[in-house]
């Protein structure tokens, strides 16, 4: 009873004596993290901005040049300059320009976007028939899942349903926005054919000038009366064709009326007839669903899907609407398997526990996996945080290491009450002597992973919150092993226990028997002779590791940027000429689409394929837009289901396909999207000669098709569309012509008179006059067209302007003022990524260069993200080591002694190579990010290790002996910190669905990596610590240092050496 009477200080010994106070705390860390947890924000993946601000102009019916002389240039000027600015990227397209400007890190994005607004404005040499100029900072749309309106209908009709679906939806409380996605705008079309004009002596602008004076909506002011005031409005607003159409556009002297719809065709239409959007062979609209706020992607889908259950009652037996791309159901499977494996390798983590120490112990113990995820939630929650698919990767991480400080107190508590303690004073004293190295390789456990919080660009933003969340369950895990599981076992029953449990505890004491008797037959004599011969064990460590980055550096074992994740859908973007006909670009489809067929009869049919996709026009590869492009995206079934994978789909679709005469570029994919999307290959070149810029284009192309694993080569030019440029003649001025009137008519024609646009509830809609599609088809009709003359006169356009033919650009690129050229390409499989662009960098590229005196290079894609982000995280570790440097020499108080541990960090690396090797998997970002948790768990070890070396050194044990008694005392805690940390991964490592393939690459580097680092620790670290004794003693001996015998409390350097009676050999 002595040893309870006896007054003992500190908070973990007042904290293991007040049970109240460890069960508050604890009550508080999981019921506050729990109510934390239910109000956490929700998302697929985190939110984060570009830090770009982009200024968009539209010029409607301008070439590129035209473009980027009149509008590019001009922005490029004023903004090229400005604080903040890293970078300015350009593109002129037909019909409109853009320039995207990437913000500095931490620059605010606002003030940029202020500034940029400012200078834009100040912008006086814009073309008059330009529109304002729109300048936004990036924002990011949240989808959550896709909607299919589609069937035998007008696409009017589809879109007029689709309308009325999205005001369906956003009537919903749960549902904030809905947008109509890959759509023309509307506009009230009125074709004007030439011989009406001239019988009635018109022209389009005239009928233009007539319908907008005919449609107005004018507040007039108001009368005050004796009974108030009366507003004065003249609503004369015209909004449908029908309407357009009763329009009067001449009035004779006796007061008859030439009605439009008399002299045009009037209709409802698209703004362009460039694009078609269908969906399984049908016309087709497509809806984006977003969550807003706080707004999760299950609630979002769930309300979609009960109004869907209403709505699709009131629609034609012709039409349907399918639901597609529903991002909550990969968020509930990420959580389903979160939670699955978090159960998983909780039971695995207490049975392991429970055979070497004690049920009671492996319980508490155990406990603390929950109490550090909960508790956490409340560091989250108000730093902002979001429980998302990386969050969730980061607590996975978390999984088998966040119980090793427990594991090293728990283990310490057992020991000391084996050695006669009571349960009170076992519980505080094993706590309080392992606290000092506890809290600091929780230090170094949250420094290692400080390098996430620093990747730049997208990366960092992508990532940052592993950090986050890693850190806030390690620091709530230290709070929970140090001052309540200490209370929890402190606490201990004298009573005889029951017959299960003495079966249990008979069981338990058999398999503790076994490893004591394994550690003094087995590890003990292996541990004599390692240390014996450190030099040969060091030296066959250095072996392994050597082999292993020889074996990562040959390639073989590949690297990517992210695991190939088996992907549910399958891609096709063809870029045919600039310009090429819409019927031909449906040609195209059509053979697409037979191609996409034969390859489903052939693989299960409906069971292999949920939907087709297909759209005409929009922006392609070569960043242009029109009715050349043609995007397909095949909906297939998910991946245990179907019989063939996503890949050997699009293997079998691109065979069935053949090759494609005279497209400029075709591109299978069968995965998209995330951070590291776009080409596996995507070189930029720059030159001030766009001859040369071209020339050195196609020139690299070639070079890269003589690769057999790069594909779908793109040389980033096309020719564009022809061109006709007009020249007016003296005879045309000679009539009182002038180039803007000429060029007036023929855009009136042509592109169209604007008579107004306005807003028609959500839309707005243009109404446009402009001469018949009829009289719009070939030269003829343009050379043939009329123009009128000053006086009133009709004379033919070939009469009055010299015609030249020429050809325009698809699109012009720029950077920073330069313009620029892009060489995309893919590589199957993506794992020789690395090593086809390495041989691309010297063999190549330098060629090129040569070839091509000042042509300019750069990566862009995946792998320049990917170099960007290696580099940012080595460089961050190199900080990082230098911080867990002086955390280690802190606690040792010694300059040396850590760099023991720090050599023995790289060595963690073998174990994750073998396990990428065995389990068939390339390295990844995510691999790297194992390796930075691994050495974590190397550290926290090795200091465990030395620290109780250290201990007995200066209790006048010799380094020989203290080497040997460290290993015996830390076997059990380091075979159990294994043991729990493989265990806590092992279901991921060995699970089968597709959401775990792009964390398992992590879960090997962390789980194979520890096995070996195993070896490390009770092998490696040893021999390390008696070579530095070597040192020391030859230090000692080059300049006469004292040599003897006794303890001396202080730094390590300064215990004398005392030699032991064993003999090295």
Known sequence: MAENNKKTTGPIAWMAGNSVASNLLMIILLVGGLLMAFNIKQEVFPEFSNDTVTVSVSYHGASPEEVEQGIVLAVEEAVIGLDGVKEVTSSAAEGSGSVTVEALEGYDLQQLAQD???????????????????????????????????????????????????????????????????VSGLQVSIEVPQDKLRAYNLTLTDVAKTLNAASVELPGGGIKTESGEVLVRFKERKDYAREFARIPVVIGDDGTQVLLEDIADVKEDFQSDDNLTSYNGKPAVRLNVYRVGTQTPITVSDAVHAKLETFNKSLPSSV??????????????????????????????????????????????????????????????????????????????????????????????????????????????????????????????????????????????????????????????????????????????????????????????????????????????????????????????????????????????????????????????????????????????????????????????????????????????????????????????????????????????????????????????????????????EIELSHSDVDVLENAASSLAESLGTYPKVKDIDDGYSPGKRQLDFELLPEGRSLGLTPQAVASQVRAA???????????????????????????????????????????????????????????????????????????????PRKETSQILASVKTDILPQLKADYPGLGFSLEGKQAEMQESADSLFSGLAMAMMCIYALLAIPFRSYFQPIIIMFCIPFGIVGAVIGHILLGYSLSLMSLFGIVALSGVVVNDSLVFIDYVNKMRRKGHCAYDAVLAAGTARFRPILLTTLTTFGGLAPMILETSRQARFLIPMAISLGFGILFATGIILLLVPSFYMIFEDIRLAIRKLFNLPIGEGPIDGPIENVPVKFCEHKDD
């Open 320 to 681: 349907h609407v399918d639901v597609r791309n529903d991002s909550s159901d990969v968020f509930r499977q990420r959580m389903d398997l979160l939670l699955k494996n978090g159960f998983m390798g909780l039971a695995l983590v207490f049975i392991f526990l429970a055979l070497f120490l004690e049920p009671r112990l492996a319980f508490w113990v155990s406990m603390g996996i929950p109490i550090s995820f909960l508790g956490a939630m409340l560091i989250l929650s108000p730093a902002g945080a979001s429980v998302n698919m990386i969050s969730m990767f980061a607590f996975i991480i978390s999984l088998g290491i966040v119980v090793d400080d427990a594991i090293v107190v728990g283990e310490n508590v057992y020991t000391m009450r084996q050695q006669g303690m009571s349960w009170h004073k076992a519980a505080y004293e094993g706590a309080k002597r392992i606290a000092m190295p506890v809290t600091f390789s929780v230090l170094t456990n949250i420094v290692a992973f400080m390098p996430l919080f620093f990747l730049p660009g997208v990366m960092g933003k992508f990532f940052k919150i592993i950090p986050l969340v890693v850190c806030s369950v390690f620091a709530v895990s230290l709070i929970e092993s140090l001052f309540v599981l200490p209370a929890h076992l402190a606490h201990g029953s004298e009573k005889k226990p029951g017959k299960i449990m003495s079966f249990i505890l008979r069981n338990q004491q058999k398999v503790s028997k076994g490893l004591l008797v394994f550690i003094e037959k087995v590890y003990r004599p292996i541990l004599d002779r390692a240390i014996a011969w450190k030099y040969l064990t060091v030296a066959i460590g250095i072996a392994c590791l050597v082999i292993s980055f020889a074996y990562i550096k040959s390639g073989r074992l590949g690297f990517t940027m992210f695991p190939k994740v088996e992907s549910d859908y399958a891609y096709l973007t063809v870029d045919l000429p600039y310009g090429t006909a819409k019927e031909v670009t449906l040609r195209v489809q059509n053979k697409a689409l037979r191609a996409a067929e034969i390859v489903k009869d052939e693989n299960g049919g409906d069971e292999l394929v949920r939907g087709v996709y297909s759209k005409i026009g929009g922006v392609g590869r070569g960043k242009s837009s029109g009715s050349h492009v043609l995007k397909v995206q095949i909906f297939l079934a998910e991946a245990d289901v179907r019989q063939i994978s996503t890949d050997q789909f699009v293997k079998q679709w691109r065979r069935e396909m053949g090759p494609l005469a005279g497209a400029e570029s075709v591109l299978f994919e069968s995965d998209r999207g995330g951070p590291g999307s776009g080409g596996s290959l």
């Open 750 to 828: 042509y592109y169209g008179a604007e008579v107004l646009r306005q807003q028609r509830g959500r839309n707005e809609v243009k109404v446009m006059v402009r001469l018949p599609r009829s009289e719009r088809v070939s030269e003829y009709n343009l050379e043939e067209m009329m123009i009128r003359t000053p006086e009133g006169a009709d004379v033919p356009l070939r009469e009055v302007v010299k015609i030249k033919g020429g050809r325009s650009y698809t699109s012009i690129n720029r950077r920073n003022g330069r313009r620029v050229v892009s060489v995309s390409a893919d590589v199957s």
């Open 116 to 182: 940029i607004k400012s200078e834009v404005d100040r912008i006086t040499s814009f073309p008059e028939e330009a529109e304002d100029p729109s300048v936004k900072s990036s924002t990011r749309k949240r989808q959550v899942l896709t909607l299919m309106v589609y069937g035998d209908e007008n696409p009017l009709i589809l879109r007029k349903l689709a309308e009325q679906l999205r005001e369906e939806l956003i009537s919903d409380n749960g549902i904030t926005q809905v947008d109509l996605s890959e």
